[in-house]
């Protein structure tokens, strides 16, 4: 399995709601992050796991919260968020010096 | 941090000719630096990655040379077809994977091909 799997696909989430998007890999990646991309841009890096553990927060406000359940599991939970933060929400993992990164599909999120 | 930047914006070729996109990065650190294709709704994809200890790297009409003094590196598509049609994006690390660090991208290139 060499894929990263995103959901879900598409989010329409209110000002109030609270949800979560998921990702997942099972090829034994100890390096995951999140991704924010918004549109005609290019990915801006938003968290670093480094063996199931938080290595970089970019200053992402805290309506933003990353898990790491596992070492095959990352999540993202969003709550009160703004229309602003609509966006492509990507999903990466890497292993060592020979694999590079590996995005996943990514989670369309709108905010009304 | 590292800052990269990336050229042309946007880039029409006739299919079957050649198309060349480059970027420049400030850190002298950084030793990884791979290309990525993004189609409509679709995660971005490797396409070709290389590293500091290489000048250039060929897979098939793909090809990227990396020139470390001048910290500039260029993408090159020959016998394009209507299929490279997609936003290309540029990016740079000091750790190609695995480390706790992230990419930095350039803002992209549409690269559109012509009929």
């Known amino acids: 399995d060499t894929e990263v799997t995103q959901t879900p696909k598409h989010l329409v989430m209110g000002m109030t709601n609270k949800k979560s998007l998921k990702c997942e890999q099972h090829m034994g990646h100890r390096a995951m992050y999140w991704y924010k991309q918004k549109a005609k841009k290019p990915p801006e890096l938003m968290f670093v796991y480094s063996y199931e553990k938080l290595s970089i927060n970019e200053s992402v406000p805290s309506r933003f919260s990353p898990e790491c359940p596992n070492s095959s599991l990352l999540n993202l939970h969003l709550h009160a968020l703004q229309p602003e933060d609509s966006a492509l929400y990507l999903c990466a993992t890497s292993q060592g010096v020979n694999y590079g990164y590996t995005f996943g599909s990514g989670t369309r999120l709108t905010v009304v | 941090g590292e800052n990269v930047e990336q050229h042309p914006s946007t880039l029409s070729v006739q299919e079957g000719d050649s198309a060349v996109i480059k970027c420049t990065y400030s850190?002298?650190?950084?030793?990884?630096f791979p290309w990525y294709k993004q189609e409509l709704g679709k995660g971005p994809q490797l396409i070709i990655d290389?590293?500091?200890?290489?000048g250039e790297k060929k897979d098939q009409r793909i090809a990227v040379t990396l020139n470390k003094t001048a910290k500039h590196f260029s993408l090159h598509i020959t016998e394009t077809q209507p299929e490279d049609s997609a936003v290309y994006f540029c990016a740079a690390s000091m750790n190609p994977g695995g480390g706790a660090d992230g990419l930095t991208f350039g803002k992209g290139t549409h690269l559109i091909i012509q009929p």
């Open positions: 290389i590293r500091s200890n290489v």
């Open positions: 850190d002298s650190a950084s030793n990884y």
